[in-house]
């Protein structure tokens, strides 16, 4: 008897694009973590629109004045619901957290182990702190997973790098 794989959740994120028109291209380092932060999010994740049974749902991050647009689709494009997040809440933690892993970097080359490790717990911390702040800013909107929120910080991190 082959082996059956196991079904996949419906409260998933399936698919998640950037709206180019608002999000510009960046250069190719930043690109690449774009696409990775956004291919961690698809590979493993839990995403549930509040008030909504359906899924799997595909994800359309933009910008819309100085806001985080999510625009939520079943997996077929049905659309599911549009949210706007202030991104100021965000503002000094992923200042810190930029300013905590260009820390992180230097150190790899000059630091010893244990002040490299001091300084990667700083930016884990920061990393948990501006998921929780997601998790609680998405919490009527969309249910999702501690992991899922830190994938999408990360991929939020992404979108604001220069490189």
Known sequence: MPNASPAKPRTRLVA?????ASIA??????????ATAIWDLIEDNSFAPVGHDGGPYRLR???????MAFEIKEEDGTPVAAHLLSLTPFRKIVKDYFFVCESYFAAI???????????????????????QVL???LTDKVRVDF???RRLFTLICALHWKG
């Open 109 to 131: 080359r000059t630091a010893t182990p244990s002040q490299i490790e001091a300084i990667d717990m700083g930016r884990r911390g920061l990393h948990n702190d501006g998921s």
């Open 61 to 67: 991050l933009g910008l819309v004045e100085n806001r």
């Open 147 to 149: 992991d899922t929120a």
């Open 25 to 34: 291209r960046a250069s190719a380092d930043v690109e690449h973590e774009r």
């Open 16 to 20: 998640v694009d950037i709206d180019e």
């Open 135 to 137: 998790m609680d800013r």
